[in-house]
């Protein structure tokens, strides 16, 4: 059981960064592995970005060398570092709790979501 709060998000131009974060306001679990997925207008929710509880990180083919996900135990924070952006990045991200950080596997805890758009 945990709650996730998102913040970040906005709007840049391509070549541009943006830094998401994810906290954990409420969790029965001293560690959870979280995964960043985002949704494009018509597009299926994909996994961007994951990490374990033991510090493991995962990238899609799409953003790997320009997203860069890590976290802050002692702040039960994880971030997304989006460096080099692209208008095609441009999306709704949401972080989630993982049933399993390894292959990550998502649980019905998401964050509330937040718009990035790139533009040209």
């Known amino acids: 059981q945990v709650q996730l709060v998102q913040s970040g998000g906005g709007l840049v131009q391509a070549g541009g960064s943006l830094r998401l974060s994810c906290a954990a306001i409420?969790?029965?679990?001293?560690?959870?592995?979280i995964g960043w997925y985002r949704q494009a207008p018509g597009k299926q929710r994909g996994l961007v970005a994951s990490?374990?509880?033991?510090?493991?990180?995962h990238y899609a083919d799409s953003v790997r060398d320009r997203f860069t996900i890590s976290r802050d135990n002692a702040k039960s924070t994880v971030y997304l570092e989006m460096n080099s952006l692209k208008p095609e990045d441009t999306a709704v991200y949401l972080c989630?709790?993982?049933?399993?950080?390894?292959?990550?596997?998502?649980?019905?805890?998401w964050g509330q979501g937040t718009q990035v758009t790139v533009s040209s």
């Open positions: 990490i374990t509880t033991s510090g493991t990180t």
């Open positions: 989630n709790a993982g049933l399993m950080g390894n292959p990550y596997v998502p649980s019905n805890y």
């Open positions: 409420r969790s029965t679990r001293a560690s959870i592995a």
